[in-house]
């Protein structure tokens, strides 16, 4: 029996979408007003799902303590009142879309997770937009 | 890496569900209060998920404008403000129920969606109803 | 010491926003697509909010219990699942915008809360509009 | 085609986290703040999903009354107002975590749904805890 | 000009509706399931809001990260994961109703906020009941 | 009768709060994280409300199609997706606290609303965290 534990979780970012190597004519054609060299920001809100076996001595898949600390750590401490393009060394050289920003927490946080459980991360960049990713 | 995007709408609209077939007092058993012949509404809140590699060039799944877009110009514009049996072309032989109406929204979307990427259209009646197509 | 209470509530319902001694032209200006004579609908989420002193026996103001009793049997047998137009005899003669609804809820509720208690009504029309009316 | 239908429901209850033949400090240890021997409690939120063809007739892949009343009868009046731990029968000698309260839920409700339909119940401990069991 | 800031916070309890110089059949036709003996809980969301004016050097009416850490320590740490009659010293002779608990936040409160600022409370026993108070 | 009609709208920017004229140091005692050079953002979510009497021809105390055109026009194309600090000139010397973002916002639409009218704004800078200015 596979239970899937679920931890919400949020951090408020800049951001700015864009390529270095495209001209910025390229660039707001793609991006358009995400593109504002001055940035702009987000309240990210993050849900982390772990699927696994129930522990038949605790009842627990996961301790939501343990859970919400790893996401503290790896997460929010790492992106939260930060500027993404300039302060997080993953988006270096990688554009900060919603979609490329999941991966990056699935990453971080997977290598922190039992390998017998399966990990699933949604990220709202708006309220009315969101991504998830599951590592398939 | 196959991520989902997900993007809210919403429209208004009036039905009814009733099988024009049937009698009244069939259609009183099966459908209750919802066979009112003068109509009921609802706000109808919608989410349209997108699942598809991320493009290495922008870091799109797919451009959440467009899909916004595509939203708006096939469903917001179709149904907002209507009433769903009568104005609707897709309703006129059919049970506007939530299920039908997701299947409708999903098959009005697909053609529109690239082959490669996976559709799902979840759309809530109520805060407390809602149902969840994903063309399987 | 006054503390209010608040209890949340829902009803749907079908309407058209338009005067019967206006042009359908006159009506289209003013009420854009409002006015379709097939009706549109809402999920209508209401908040009633009663203040008063807290009585020293109970440690209530007002059962919450009596409360939502009190709202459904005025308010959502009476407007749910119905067409506010067709349907329910305070609208037979009078436009039923938000502003006209949350009075006639505040009215046909005012008459069973105790006179030295305050009462204000929230209505949402919709999750992004909304109407409030505290009887002044 | 198979359609997800979806129905919010909730309750009120307390609970305390422990195991009787743990020593206390072993039940802190593990258990924390969840282990209070006076209890503490929740509104759970719960969502039931029910996935199925839909019937030509109806349109429904299930009637959402039914799908209500089945989760009041089985749901609501077990658990609502109630202590898990004292007065709830299957959490006697079973520790009321989330996902093993999700699971009984979950084996309830599954007793009452037609066998070629599938279950999914997902059960918020907190708005910022949950968990989902689908049987598998 | 004067601004509201407000904060939001939460912390989970189990309490029960009862006075113990009632009889057990008076509690029961008063407060119903909320005077089971074993007691039943809740997530209790609080709302508190510091109206005053802007002050010119920081732009802030009062730090948020003040104000939340006040509500940490005078509120949460009190009633998180406790029993409120049996653990909170201010309930062991006053019925934990809503009502009743507001205006012992409220006061627990006004005593760290400067005289020159209005303090308001809401606090929700349930998404669906909520209480306010602004001292008056 | 005067009924409150409220309306929200959003906008997503970045931003930083310090003071040009204070050193580095104690722009990081004040604001802290919020401090970051590179700057941070937000989803910004906002409530207006207009206060007034119900035209007895509409039955509108003021269209909401009219007032979501003066937020778009007078607030989210001026703030939306801009970095408050550097692209909005009324910040160019004023600290973008929330608190000062919502009087701004007053502002700039109570020159648009009738004078017979009130108004009232709530700006959501988080989920948790929000302020409210009514221009008293």
């Known amino acids: 029996m596979r239970v899937t534990v679920s931890r919400k979780a949020h951090f408020n970012a800049a951001h700015r979408l864009y390529r270095k190597d495209w001209s910025n004519e390229q660039n707001d054609t ?14 990210y809100e993050l849900t982390v799902s772990v699927t696994g076996g129930i522990d038949p001595e605790t009842g627990y898949v996961i301790d939501t303590k343990i ?13 939260d009142h930060k500027n993404l393009n300039l302060d997080v060394p993953e988006f270096a050289e990688l554009n900060p879309t919603a979609e490329n920003i999941v991966v990056v927490i699935w ?4 290598a ?7 990990l699933e991360v949604t990220l709202y960049e708006t309220p009315r937009n969101f991504v998830t990713f599951k590592g398939e």
Chains 1, 2, 3, 4, 5, 6 share one sequence.
């Not at 922190?112 to 399966?118: G, L, N």
């Open 30 to 43: 793609i991006f358009g007003k995400c593109n504002n060299a001055n940035f702009h920001g987000h309240n």
């Open 112 to 118: 922190h997770i039992h390998a017998d459980k399966d």
């Open 107 to 110: 990453q971080k946080l997977r």
């Open 67 to 79: 859970l919400s600390d790893l996401i503290k750590v790896h997460i929010e401490d790492a992106f």
